[in-house]
């Protein structure tokens, strides 16, 4: 079982940065950032795969302003967000996939450990 707690949200207005962490208990190849907004589906915004080389996937609704990123001893996971907007007003929610997943990406489905969320609220 991987535990994930994430931290870091808050209330920013447009333009600014963020960053969300996320400790995890137990190191799983692929993890990712996800979001969801009142009234809409969880969206994938971020993933990062270990597999030799790193991977790193990004939502088309935030490539170029976010950065996923992990700690030197690969148990905390980063989401830096900058240039935020009024509608990446949403909580934040950690993931993880299981090892035996040889795979990874934005496909929530796949995920099995989840953290608790994060609220994040940008105003204009």
């Known amino acids: 079982q991987v535990q994930l707690v994430e931290s870091g949200g808050g209330s920013v207005q447009a333009g600014g940065s963020l960053r969300l962490s996320c400790v995890v208990s137990?190191?799983?190849?692929?993890m990712g950032w996800f979001r969801q907004a009142p009234g809409k589906e969880r969206e994938g915004v971020a993933a990062?795969?270990?597999?030799?080389?790193?991977?790193?996937y990004y939502g088309k609704s935030v490539k170029g302003r976010f950065t996923i990123s992990q700690g030197n001893a690969k148990n905390t996971l980063y989401l830096q967000m900058n240039s935020l907007k009024p509608e990446d007003t949403a909580m934040y929610f950690c993931?993880?996939?299981?090892?035996?997943?040889?795979?990874?990406?934005?496909?929530?489905?796949?995920?099995?450990?989840w953290g608790q969320g994060t609220q994040v609220a940008v105003s204009s």
């Open positions: 990062v795969w270990t597999r030799g080389s790193i991977y790193r």
């Open positions: 993931a993880a996939r299981p090892s035996e997943d040889d795979t990874c990406g934005l496909d929530r489905a796949r995920y099995v450990y």
């Open positions: 137990a190191f799983t190849n692929c």
